[in-house]
């Protein structure tokens, strides 16, 4: 992992962080000054995180419902740049409708509006199968696997 796709991971985790806190400045300084490279990896970096959770929620069974998942990413959203907060909304509504089409639509309007959706799918997905400590205890573990490879491909064979 370079760098930059170290550093992208921690913006990422930042992010989460911020909207798991319902903290408006960490989220709007997570994404300060990316540009558009750092902010496809920082999406890629949470697009992976989003279908890793979804995979693990099909794995186990656990049950959800997708009007609490909805009602989450309101409440989680509510501290995302005012644009991205409707952005959030219509994409969640659109994949609790199982309209995957629609859902795309408004993920691939805009790369930093993708980033906020991915984000708030992130924690929402993560509260509901392992709960705000679980999550955060999910993050802390990726994070330390990230870095650790990062500096394995720095240091070289």
């Known amino acids: 992992m370079s760098d930059a796709a170290h550093k992208a991971s921690d913006r990422a ?22 540009d558009a490279g750092g902010s496809l990896e920082v999406y890629a970096i949470l697009n992976g995180l989003v279908r890793s959770t979804i995979s693990i929620m099909e794995l186990t069974g656990r049950p959800f419902r997708m009007e609490d998942l909805v009602r989450r990413a309101d409440e989680v959203s509510v501290v995302a740049p005012p644009h991205y907060e ?18 795309r639509a408004v993920s691939c309007r805009e790369l ?46």
């Open 13 to 34: 985790m930042d992010l989460v962080r911020g909207y798991l806190d319902h903290d408006a400045i960490a989220v709007r300084e997570a994404l300060a000054s990316l």
């Open 86 to 103: 409707f952005a959030v909304a219509e994409a969640t509504r659109a994949w609790a409708r199982g309209d995957q089409s629609a859902m």
């Open 112 to 157: 930093t509006g993708a980033v906020h959706i991915s984000a708030v799918g992130v924690a929402v997905l993560g509260l509901a199968l392992w709960g705000r400590s679980g999550l955060l205890d999910v993050l802390e573990e990726f994070h330390e696997a990230a870095t650790a490879l990062a500096e394995e491909w720095t240091s070289g064979p």
